[in-house]
């Protein structure tokens, strides 16, 4: 059971992701470099941390095979919102400046349907606890997007527990009740993003617009005022010196200025003629006011499904369309398929909701170019690989055996509707002359299958499952590890890190298969993550993976359980200090893995980021009786400078902290996995947390 089986839930809506940016470069971290005026900034230096749903409405559910529905009438969950609830924002969080492309969601709650103020409400609902993970299988979506994250695409993928159901002895929604029936206790949630800011604005403060603000009637002793925002700077360019210098990308950014440096008063009265002013120009076309163009905002489309007991958290073990060498126009595509046990039909279910190039960012408004991008893509359609025709992927072993929707507005709807899942059969009237339909059924549970597109004349081959049929991830991939603190039930973060392999050959588990896997060397640890979307074009990155002997783990072959999982046991000790040039804390790592066996593995498309990264904290030794001027000054100011908008608890200024010591340690004690707990990028080891928490108790000796 999962999110790709019945029966399932499928929403979509919109999503706000408002990181702080100044934590985006190691070079930020250094004791050498306080002045605010000499940091990269980047692209949203007040950012909040916060992640949040935003407008997400149900809009289908499917019960089983062809039963579904998305009419309010027939089920009254159509149209109820898919909420986050809390009381403290859900935060999203890097793991460390040198791996930025693992962005995970901490302290999310969803809930679907509920009382509410809309007239419509009803009264059914569940609500349950999303385990905090990452997203995955990034990638640049958007053909004609901007340079930006506004062009990415990524996919979220967990397992909602703690579920609390509310259905009446008389449910409201036939959907919810049913859902409640087959999967109690937990609940598979896969979601996707994009499009987010994906109309980026830029405010220039140069000597130019200083002039036409003149001219435009604001006073010269004000202008000169602004003169530090011509100093503002993202990041540095390729010969390392500032790039665009007074660029400033954020609107709130230049608010939250403009009263630090004229004061609440001239910041009110002068403030629209300064923004019309230094506004850079929109390009040509300019988009439409969707969700999307709303800084710093995007869009989402997700699925809500049921759970088995002990499967897989953030991965469904399923089969996998990965893009042919070359092809940049489509991505992995997850699918399963399903024989219905009343009629021996097979059925073809597969996720599309980040697989397909757009023209544009989004998929919610194809007439103005905001659409899956069919025009490159070509007519698409669903193939098996026949192997009896000639072993390999090759149009020539293509059978076509279902057509996907091919105009805009089908698209549309398949992806703002059913959340990219598409549930196709074999169509007959396709096949070639002399297959019938249970012979191809066959062919589709045994041979690789694939999508094709481009015209009828001269196709080309997007995606194409494994020749073998075989799959490979890790269950959890993201670690934060602290050398000396033993692993346990309470304790996750600790010394070991216990990775979940899971293998699959065509949709089912490959048992007594070798996995096996390897520590990225330092070279090609700084290779690859400068080559991620979410990490390139950070400036200082070096020093990553070393010392290499920090880790170990089993680098032998390890054959697949009955399962098709394999347990590797990661152990960490003390990295030291091999960052300490830019006073970072620890050591980032990653791992490979693959199949043992060469012949698998050289055919196996696997996707650049699915490894293993991890955080190995350094181990230090503190003072026995910890003072600010022995130890704390040491660690808390660099989280004033890196996170601008904790600007009120001033934690590089003695007094202050003193004065806000019981909000402060209260944040700090809060368990990782709390909203509010504090640094939202939780990269304070558990040594350091603890013996700040020390100094409170002993009432914060100077």
Same mark, same amino acid.
């Given at each position: ?117 809309? &007239? /419509? ?8 606890? *999303? %385990? ?7 990638? @640049? +979506? =958007? ?98 010196? &500032? /790039? ?8 709130? *950014? %230049? ?7 004229? @004061? +609440? =008063? ?120 026949? +192997? ?315």
């Amino acid at each position: 059971m999962s999110y790709l089986t019945y029966p399932r839930l499928h929403f979509s809506g919109g999503f706000l992701a408002d990181p702080s940016t100044v934590n985006n470069t190691p070079d930020n971290y250094t004791d050498t470099n306080d002045d605010i005026a000499k940091l990269q900034l980047y692209w949203n230096p007040n950012g909040t941390g916060i992640f949040d749903f935003q407008s997400c409405l149900v809009t289908k559910v499917v019960y089983g095979p062809g039963d579904e529905t998305t009419d309010p009438a027939a089920d009254p969950v159509i149209g109820q919102p898919v909420n986050a609830v809390y009381t403290a924002a859900p935060k999203l969080v890097d793991l460390d400046p040198d791996q930025q492309n693992t962005s995970e969601i901490w302290g999310l709650s969803l809930q679907v349907a509920g009382i509410s103020a809309n &007239p /419509a409400s009803i009264s059914d609902f569940v609500r349950g606890d *999303y %385990v905090a993970g990452s997203y995955n299988a990034v990638w @640049g +979506q =958007a053909i004609n997007g901007p340079q930006s994250s506004g062009s990415g695409c990524g996919v979220y993928q967990s397992s909602l527990t703690n579920l609390s159901w509310t259905t009446a002895a008389k449910p409201q929604s036939k959907f919810l009740s049913l859902l409640q029936q087959q999967s109690p206790k937990q609940l598979s949630v896969n979601f996707v993003v994009n499009a987010h800011n994906n109309a980026p604005v830029i405010y220039v403060f140069s000597a130019d617009t200083l002039r036409a603000l003149v001219k435009n009637g604001v006073p010269a002793n004000i202008v000169d005022k602004l003169l530090p925002m011509t100093r503002y700077f993202m990041n540095l360019d390729k010969n390392n010196k &500032p /790039a665009n210098l007074g660029w400033v990308p954020t609107e709130s *950014y %230049v608010n939250n200025q403009l009263t630090i440096l004229l @004061g +609440q =008063a001239n910041a009110d009265t002068y403030r629209s003629t300064i923004l019309a002013t230094t506004l850079k120009p929109q390009p040509s076309p300019v988009p439409p006011p969707n969700i999307n163009t709303k800084f710093p905002t995007g869009l989402l489309t997700g699925t809500i499904g049921p759970l088995a007991t002990a499967t897989p958290t953030f991965y469904t073990p399923s089969r996998m369309m990965a893009p042919i060498k070359g092809q940049t126009q489509c991505n992995f595509a997850p699918f399963c398929t399903q024989v219905l046990t009343n009629s021996n039909e097979v059925l073809i279910t597969v996720n599309l909701g980040n697989s397909l190039a757009t023209d544009k960012p989004g998929y919610n408004d194809p007439e103005h170019g905001f659409g899956v991008a069919l025009k490159a893509l070509g007519a698409l359609f669903l193939v098996c690989f026949d +192997q009896t025709k000639g072993t390999g992927i090759s149009l020539n072993n293509a059978v076509t055996i279902a057509a996907l929707p091919n105009t805009p507005a089908q698209m549309a709807q398949l992806m703002t509707v059913s959340g990219g899942i598409l549930t196709v059969k074999i169509d007959p009237a396709l096949l070639p002359s002399g297959l019938t339909v249970q012979q191809a059924q066959q062919k589709v549970l045994t041979m690789p299958l694939g999508l094709v597109g481009g015209p009828a004349s001269a196709q080309i081959i997007w995606l194409a499952e494994n020749i073998n049929g075989y799959n490979l991830r890790a269950d959890q991939f993201v670690f934060r590890m602290n050398p000396g603190i033993p692993s346990g039930p309470e304790q996750a973060c600790g010394e070991t890190a216990l990775v979940r392999l899971y293998a699959t050959q065509f949709g089912q588990p490959a048992a007594n298969i070798g996995l096996q896997a390897t520590l990225m060397s330092p070279a090609d640890s700084v290779k690859y993550t400068s080559n991620t979307m979410g990490t390139g074009g950070t400036s200082g990155l070096k020093n990553i993976a070393i010392p290499q002997n920090a880790l170990s783990f089993n680098t032998a072959p390890v054959m697949t359980d009955a399962q098709g999982m394999v347990e590797l046991k990661i152990v960490g000790t003390d990295p030291g200090f091999p960052r300490a040039s830019q006073n970072v804390d620890g050591q980032i790592y990653f791992v490979r893995y693959n199949f043992a066996d060469q012949t698998i593995a050289q055919s196996y498309t696997q996707h650049p980021d699915d490894l293993i990264s991890i955080l190995l904290f350094s181990q230090q030794t503190f003072p026995e009786n910890p003072t600010w001027d022995n130890c704390i000054q040491y660690i808390l100011p660099q989280y004033a400078k890196l996170y601008p908008i904790m600007g009120r608890f001033k934690l590089d200024d003695y007094a202050t902290v003193v004065q806000y010591a019981e909000p402060i340690r209260t944040v700090l004690a809060k368990p990782m996995d709390d909203a509010l707990h504090m640094p939202v990028i939780r990269d304070l080891s558990i040594q350091r947390t603890q013996v700040i928490l020390n100094w409170f108790a002993n009432h914060t000796p100077k």
